[in-house]
């Protein structure tokens, strides 16, 4: 076995929870250990995996290019930032046509802003175009891991959820209606007749 790092999967979570997903932390003190956000669910992640309908992209730099792109799926909005340390993700952004569907694997981060709140925001490692299908594929497997997380909050040992019911509560009711949400709008869209 190698000393290599490997890297850690990318948790699929939708807009709603990412954006809550406020409190940060490492596991250990060394410099280069990997950056956790800790979701409401009760699970760290590292990195995540998004998808959903990039609707606009804006050159907010001042001295060099910096990209943000705005990411919307059926719960909420994901802000995403990239620039000359990301420069695959800084070009899709620059060149992509909105909208368009589009598959970001990226890490959390947050910021503190002036008057104290957080904003969470996705430092992208790759930004992808996909297909309708591709994107109708993420929501239901996001909606599977949110549930798999919630139905996992209460399990005695479960570390991750304890930190996250003393940092934001145990009342997980705003992600399964999110869950709900996003499974009847990817329902509408279907515009599948009632009997069929």
Same mark, same amino acid.
């Given at each position: 076995?190698? #000393? &290599?790092?490997?890297?850690?999967?990318?948790?699929?979570?939708?807009?709603?929870?990412?954006?809550?997903?406020?409190?940060?932390?490492?596991?250990?003190?060394?410099?280069?250990?990997?950056?956790? &956000?800790?979701?409401?669910?009760?699970?760290?992640?590292?990195?995540?995996?998004?998808?959903?309908?990039?609707?606009?992209?804006?050159?907010?730099?001042?001295?060099?290019?910096?990209?943000? #792109?705005?990411?919307?799926?059926?719960?909420?909005?994901?802000?995403?930032?990239?620039?000359?340390?990301?420069?695959?993700?800084?070009?899709?952004?620059?060149?992509?046509?909105?909208?368009?569907?589009?598959?970001?694997?990226?890490?959390?981060?947050?910021?503190?802003?002036?008057?104290?709140?957080?904003?969470?925001?996705?430092?992208?490692?790759?930004?992808?175009?996909?297909?309708?299908?591709?994107?109708?594929?993420?929501?239901?497997?996001? &909606?599977?891991?949110?549930?798999?997380?919630?139905?996992?909050?209460?399990?005695?040992?479960?570390?991750?959820?304890?930190?996250?019911?003393?940092?934001?509560?145990?009342?997980?009711? &705003?992600?399964?209606?999110?869950?709900?949400?996003?499974?009847?709008?990817?329902?509408?869209?279907?515009?599948?007749?009632?009997?069929?």
């Amino acid at each position: 076995m190698s #000393g &290599a790092p490997t890297r850690e999967v990318a948790r699929r979570v939708f807009a709603a929870e990412f954006n809550d997903a406020t409190f940060t932390f490492k596991e250990s003190d060394d410099e280069r250990a990997p950056l956790y &956000a800790l979701l409401p669910t009760g699970e760290r992640a590292n990195r995540v995996f998004v998808s959903g309908t990039l609707t606009e992209t804006e050159d907010i730099g001042e001295d060099s290019e910096y990209w943000r #792109g705005r990411v919307v799926d059926p719960t909420g909005t994901f802000f995403v930032y990239a620039g000359q340390y990301q420069p695959e993700a800084a070009s899709t952004l620059r060149d992509a046509e909105t909208p368009t569907y589009v598959a970001v694997v990226g890490k959390p981060r947050t910021f503190e802003t002036d008057d104290g709140s957080v904003n969470v925001s996705l430092r992208p490692e790759s930004i992808t175009m996909v297909d309708e299908a591709v994107r109708d594929r993420w929501v239901v497997e996001a &909606a599977e891991r949110t549930l798999d997380r919630v139905e996992a909050f209460d399990e005695e040992g479960n570390e991750y959820a304890e930190r996250a019911r003393a940092e934001y509560g145990e009342d997980l009711s &705003a992600y399964r209606q999110a869950v709900l949400d996003a499974l009847e709008d990817f329902d509408a869209e279907a515009d599948v007749p009632a009997d069929a």
